[in-house]
């Protein structure tokens, strides 16, 4: 748990794959993605359609 794969969000053209690559160890950043970079009309379970989605991210380590 708290690996991270951008190619696991969605699609190809998300908020994480602009933001992840640029971020260095120790770095934190707010990603907000809009309902058009996450899940859209469709929702998942425990997340309504159109949801506008928020995450916290702690770069602990980066894989070079």
Do not use: H, M, W
């Not at 707010?30 to 379970?45: E, L, M």
């Amino acid at each position: 748990n708290g690996y991270f794969r951008s190619d696991n969000f969605v699609s190809n053209e998300t908020s994480f794959q602009y933001v992840i690559p640029g971020l260095k160890q120790g770095s934190r950043v707010i990603i907000v993605a809009p309902p058009g970079d996450a899940y859209g009309s469709q929702g998942r379970p425990g997340i309504p359609a159109n949801s506008t989605l928020t995450f916290v991210v702690d770069v602990l380590g980066v894989d070079s």
